[in-house]
């Protein structure tokens, strides 16, 4: 059974940095995909960044490009976000997800249905 369980959300001001980490475990395929999405109150959830274990390149939302970084330590099978230059507009619970096996797709649809496993969250607030 694969499980994500992540970690490092917190409270911070504009500008500020934060990094998040999701421990994986139970991912046995060899092909994989995982991503980071976010929600806040009243809205929906929306896609942030996702790695597929054969590319080269992650996939990024137009509203976190150049201030949000995606990857993955395969030895210690933990996924990371660094976020940096944080904006009001980034509080949200955030979210990991999972799939696997996975052909590429769920990287770069940004669509949650393409992914299978997800952790409870971790919040960020930003404060002005």
């Known amino acids: 059974r694969v499980m994500v369980v992540e970690s490092g959300g917190d409270s911070v001001q504009t500008g500020g940095s934060l990094r998040l980490s999701c421990a994986a475990s139970g991912i046995t395929y060899t092909t994989y995909c995982m991503g980071w999405f976010r929600q806040a109150p009243g809205k929906e959830r929306e896609w942030v960044a996702a790695i597929y274990s054969g590319a080269g390149r992650a996939n990024y939302a137009d509203s976190v490009k150049g201030r949000f970084t995606i990857s993955h330590v395969e030895a210690r099978n933990t996924l990371y976000l660094q976020m940096n230059n944080l904006k009001p507009e980034d509080t949200a619970m955030y979210y990991c997800?999972?799939?696997?096996?996975?052909?590429?797709?769920?990287?770069?649809?940004?669509?949650?249905?393409?992914?299978?496993?997800w952790g409870q969250g971790t919040q960020v607030t930003v404060s002005s």
């Open positions: 997800a999972a799939d696997s096996p996975c052909s590429g797709r769920a990287a770069r649809s940004g669509d949650a249905s393409d992914f299978d496993y």
